[in-house]
């Protein structure tokens, strides 16, 4: 089974206002669109992911989508449907393909499970919540009842063949659509239902911004968790802090790339999660982390939280060392930080101080680092 995630983000949020389009504005600290991409990374059976986004949003996808394994960002059209199709024609290889909007962006996995499970005999597959307010016709004089017994919401990811769905595009002739699986069903297709989640609820208005996070945080707890890390500078290694090499008479050694800010804030993660330290899941004793990027020990635990559903709230570095100075430095770090954690850079703070020339830090013969990262991960 080859299962492509196509996410359309190609609207103008026109509805939701504020100064940039809703599917990457900032929501419970990452991009809106990222929380979808990372649902579909973290999924073992989706093979391929695609983004469409609109013209001239091709930076801010790029950011949103920062490390995730995103396999084609392409353009999408004035119309939903146009956006959808751009997608599947970016899906040519993939035998089946989940369609999900950019505006649900709290994916669970098991909504993805029962929609590739209901793949197994049907064509088309949605996940649907009933309707339990009492409905009418009308705006501002409220009309007849309408009977809400039989009636559905119909959310996303909705799952189909990929050739289905083409065909059901081709043959679309009434204008704008909502979502595809109407017009898979103008086929006279039958379209499986599946249970919907609340937490999939769209992000339309101003207010559902604040509505989604309090759904997230209904279902969050908070936990932080430091890391403190040493390392000797010594003659002839490069220096490397906070993801970025700087210039210095001296480096730090040590048997990674002896990052000291990276191996505080990957031991802060790993605490926050309560799954050991930088050496249960790196062993120095290795030899394959001889020399190795620092970047991808913050990486693996960044993936770890999120694989257990978490959220990376925030995280605090502080650099404690007479020279370099690193404030000339800082803007680097926070969005090299930043991006190892698929985190906005205002969710991000690095901070330096001297120990007044007192200690092994004031004597310059090593740098020490702190970390503290606060993420918010589901109730057990
Ligand atoms: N979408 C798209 N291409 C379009 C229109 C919408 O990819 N031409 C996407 C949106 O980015 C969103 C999803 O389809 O993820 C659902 O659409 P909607 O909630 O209506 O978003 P917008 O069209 O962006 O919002 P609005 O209608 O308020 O402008
Ligand atoms: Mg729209």
């Keep these: 089974m080859t299962i492509a995630a196509i996410i359309v983000a190609a609207g103008k949020g026109e509805r939701a206002g504020g100064s940039c389009p809703k599917q990457f504005a900032n929501l419970a600290g990452r991009p809106m669109v990222t929380h979808s991409i990372a649902a579909f990374a973290d999924h073992p059976q989706i093979s391929q992911i695609i983004l469409v986004v609109g013209a001239g949003q091709e930076a801010m996808a790029r950011d949103a989508v920062g490390s995730l394994p995103v396999d084609a960002i392409v353009i999408g ?9 751009a997608g599947l024609m970016a899906a040519k290889d ?8 950019a505006a649900r962006p709290f994916l669970a996995a098991h909504v993805i499970d029962r929609l590739i499970a209901a793949l197994e005999t049907e064509e088309a597959a949605v996940p649907v919540l009933p309707v339990v307010d009492t409905l009418a016709r009308g705006t501002e004089a409220l009309g007849p009842v309408v009977d809400r017994s039989g009636l559905m919401r119909i959310q996303t990811p909705q799952a189909f063949c990929r050739s289905t769905l083409v065909k059901a595009h081709k043959a679309w002739g009434a204008g704008p659509a909502t979502d595809d699986a109407q017009m898979v069903r103008a086929l006279g297709i039958c379209v499986a239902q599946v249970a919907g989640d609340k937490m999939l609820e769209k992000v339309t208005l101003p207010e559902d911004f604040a509505e989604a996070e309090a759904r997230l945080a209904a279902r969050l707890v908070t ?6 890390d040493v ?7 490069d220096l490397w802090l906070g993801g970025i090499k700087i210039d210095h008479s001296q480096g730090l050694a040590g048997h990674s790339d002896a990052d000291v800010a990276l191996h505080a804030l990957t031991d802060a993660l790993l605490g926050a999660l309560g799954d050991g330290d930088i050496g249960t899941h790196f062993p120095p004793s290795d030899p394959q982390w001889r020399g190795a990027r620092s970047d991808q020990f913050v990486r693996h635990a960044a993936q770890l939280i999120r694989a257990a559903s978490g959220h990376i709230d925030h995280v605090d570095v502080t650099l404690i060392c007479e020279a370099p100075k690193i ?5 680097a770090m ?7 954690l698929g985190i906005s850079e205002t969710c991000v703070s690095v901070k330096a ?9 004031g004597r310059g013969e090593g740098i020490a680092a702190q970390a503290i990262a606060t993420i918010r991960m589901p109730v057990e």
């Design 77 to 85: 059209g004035a119309e939903r449907q146009e956006s959808v199709h």
């Design 94 to 101: 993939a035998q089946f393909v989940l369609v999900h909007d």
């Design 223 to 228: 936990r932080t968790g430091m890391g403190f």
């Design 231 to 237: 390392h000797r500078l010594a003659d002839g290694e």
């Design 327 to 331: 404030g000339p430095h800082r803007p």
């Design 334 to 340: 926070r969005t090299a930080i930043a991006a190892m």
């Design 353 to 361: 101080t001297t120990t007044e020339r007192l200690g092994f830090t």
